[in-house]
């Protein structure tokens, strides 16, 4: 390799390196701080952190099938199910830090009682248990 190359090869890993730092702050994923089961209104209750441009983003569920888990083939029964939380902004650019509570009604989802596994892309899940 030439010598003139090679003295722009530090300039070009510093641009790459900076490309994917403002590609990552765009598309910033959401994360799951917390959930947990209300029993008292049957629903899973789901605190989500996300970047965007405004505080009113949709979330939905998307929920997987209802498997019997490990545990259930050696001991005492139960189910798992994954829940994909799907944000309908997830490339809204990032620009401020905002919270959102999220309440999932359970009243329809016949896998119970089970560990139900919400997850977002690419990082965040969290477990709950539901009766």
Not at 16 to 30: G, I, N, S
Not at 38 to 51: F, R
């Amino acid at each position: 390799m030439s010598a003139s190359r090679l003295k722009w090869m530090p300039w070009a890993l510093l641009a790459c390196v900076a490309v994917l730092a403002l590609a990552t702050r765009t598309a910033m994923a959401d994360e799951i701080e917390s959930a947990h089961y209300d029993p008292t209104g049957d629903q899973l209750v789901i605190t989500v952190l996300y970047d965007g441009t405004n505080p009113h983003h949709h979330f939905a569920i998307r929920w997987g099938r209802c498997r019997r888990s490990r545990a259930q083939l050696h001991g005492p029964a139960g189910r798992v199910i994954a829940a994909a939380l799907v944000d309908a902004q997830g490339n809204d650019v990032a620009t401020r830090p905002y919270t959102e509570v999220i309440k999932v009604p359970l009243a329809g989802l016949h896998c119970r009682p089970a560990t139900v596994m919400v997850w977002t892309l690419p990082r965040s899940s969290v477990t709950v248990k539901i009766p």
